[in-house]
């Protein structure tokens, strides 16, 4: 019988779907690469995208790409909408949910997937959908941490999550949740 691997932890990334926030995505996804760890996006274009291209950029990492894929509409649960998954994506996880439920926001959305997926969160700068998935891993006891360009940029962050500034603290955060 052939040894089993071991587990990797899965980190997710979550942030705008609009803006990449290159900044702070690219190097943040090259640093999860050096890491044994699988990197968990929703899977879009943005700083999913940027992250997911980053961190698959890296040759050798022990991780995967793992991108939660929404449907395009209730009506059509099999397609995906435009831009989803991104090319860097390598495991896509397809859901039946779609990428905006308003009015499913207390209950199960695709936010929650991502989530409860990762064993730790990274909020980059976003608007409601990144505060809504924040919120949800506060809730859930995630280890949660903003990284982003000052203090202040996300409306609405929980007092409990850290806000780090630098590259270096979103590591010393990520090895200290993760117990490396």
Not at 9 to 35: F, N, Q, Y
Not at 61 to 76: K, W
Not at 80 to 106: C, F, M
């Amino acid at each position: 019988m052939a040894a089993m691997k071991p587990k990797l932890p899965i980190v997710g990334v979550m942030g705008s779907h609009e803006h990449p926030h290159a900044d702070l995505a690219e190097p943040l996804g090259r640093l999860l690469a050096a890491m044994p760890v699988h990197l968990l996006t929703g899977s879009g274009p943005g700083v999913m995208g940027a992250v997911s291209a980053a961190y698959a950029d890296v040759e050798d990492r022990a991780g995967l790409c793992i991108g939660i894929v929404p449907a395009e509409s209730i009506d059509h649960p099999m397609r995906s909408p435009e831009g989803y998954p991104n090319p860097h994506v390598e495991l896509a996880i397809r859901t039946h949910l779609v990428r905006k439920q308003p009015h499913l926001w207390d209950g199960l959305t695709r936010n929650h997937v991502n989530i409860l997926t990762a064993d730790v969160v990274v909020a980059l700068p976003g608007s409601t959908g990144t505060a809504h998935e924040v919120d949800i891993s506060v809730r859930y006891g995630k280890p949660t941490v903003a990284y982003l360009h000052h203090d202040g940029e996300m409306n609405a962050m929980p007092e409990s999550v850290p806000v780090c500034l630098s590259l270096e603290e979103v590591r010393a955060f990520l090895v200290d949740a993760l117990d490396f």
